[in-house]
């Protein structure tokens, strides 16, 4: 139950960037784990960063 609940710890630019997230040809568009590391990263500033480098990563 906690995990999803650290999504509630996201910037809220960034919450309504996940809920705009689709699925393609059945393949998650970002994994869970990622998005955990983006809201563990701290303030909303750091989130931000952290998200830019997972969805270069791809």
């Known amino acids: 139950m ?3 609940l ?3 710890l996201l910037a809220p630019n960034l919450q309504d960037a996940v809920r705009a997230l689709e699925a393609a040809d059945g393949a998650e568009p ?3 784990r990622p ?3 983006v809201a563990h990263a701290g303030t909303w500033a750091p ?3 952290v998200c830019a ?3 270069r990563r791809g």
């Open 47 to 49: 989130q931000r960063e």
């Open 30 to 32: 970002m994994a869970e």
């Open 53 to 55: 480098s997972v969805i």
């Open 2 to 4: 906690t995990r999803p």
């Open 35 to 37: 998005a955990r590391s």
């Open 6 to 8: 650290d999504l509630l």
